[in-house]
């Protein structure tokens, strides 16, 4: 018993005494798995039939059954019932409990939380395309490359035999700012960096690229910058060939924001850790 006890006690001030910060992984929600949450000070949309005391309930996709019902509503969980508690993401499975693999993607991921106190078991349904229904912080971040390299896509031309490996182009439901493309051809293996953001004003034939590292150095490139229209405005692309010196660059460094032409587009720091582990990942694939 006083084993146990002394369990508890150094359980509780391990989770009491860790940094929390914003890391919203998106598609990468498996990383989540052995961290710590707690409830987010700012204010977001992540109350709303997200919370469930049984899995039964995660089966639908907004079943009034919810965890600490504000009043009179079947919506929304009172988020005063979550502050001030740290949760560790004991598992993450779909709605029949079983592990979230590749095989159950059509479901949506529901993240198994134990309170370190209480020991109480909550059920979160998580949505990894929107960052505002995400309501914590949470602990350091511990990259498993294993998982992140397995999402590199890889296509081979049947007609010239070229490869070509990709890092995810997707965020959620939005094309992702930063992403690494290699290309083998002939045994030859040539790297682009594609930058991506978006402006308000139409700018054609604009040149120039800016990025800036978090260490407060700057890499410059005169690269032509592409722009599309779209329903909100105006999307700016870059497609930048790499050389060897450049690839050192960016293995070493990691990337804060970048300016396209005029434009400028900051990288959440988790997404650029992200990238350099991505780009890790694919200078290793044939």
Not at 11 to 23: D, R
Not at 107 to 126: C, E, M, N, S
Not at 204 to 230: M, P, Q, R, Y
Request: with cysteine; aromatic share 16%.
């Amino acid at each position: 018993m006083k084993t146990l006890l002394l369990f508890f006690i150094g359980l509780y001030t391990y989770s009491y005494s860790q940094t929390f910060e914003e890391n919203f992984l998106g598609d990468d929600f498996a990383l989540y798995k052995g961290v710590l949450f707690k409830a987010s000070d700012k204010p977001n949309m992540g109350y709303k039939n997200f919370f469930y005391g049984d899995l039964k309930y995660c089966e639908r996709p907004y079943d009034p059954h919810i965890l600490y019902p504000v009043k009179n509503s079947t919506i929304f969980t009172e988020k005063d019932s979550i502050v001030n508690r740290v949760f560790l993401v004991e598992d993450i499975v779909n709605y029949k409990g079983e592990p979230f693999t590749e095989s159950t993607l059509f479901y949506t991921p529901i993240l198994v939380l134990k309170d370190t106190v209480t020991r109480q078991i909550i059920y979160f349904k998580y949505d990894p395309d929107f960052k505002f229904y995400f309501p914590f912080v949470t602990s350091e971040i511990i990259f498993d490359e294993s998982i992140l390299c397995a999402r590199i896509e890889r296509k081979v031309d049947d007609f010239t035999d070229e490869i070509k490996l990709t890092s995810p182009i997707m965020a959620g439901k939005n094309l992702s700012p930063v992403s690494i493309i290699k290309v083998i051809d002939k045994g030859v293996a040539t790297y682009y960096l594609s930058l991506l953001t978006y402006g308000q004003t139409v700018t054609v034939d604009g040149t120039g690229v800016i990025i800036l590292f978090s260490d407060g150095t700057k890499w410059n490139k005169e690269s032509k910058i592409d722009v599309d229209a779209t329903e909100n405005g105006f999307r700016y692309n870059a497609f930048i060939p790499l050389t060897t010196s450049d690839l050192e660059l960016f293995t070493s460094k990691t990337i804060n924001k970048f300016r396209l032409y005029i434009y400028d587009e900051e990288i959440e720091p988790i997404d650029a850790k992200k990238f350099t582990i991505f780009l890790k990942c694919i200078q290793s694939l044939n």
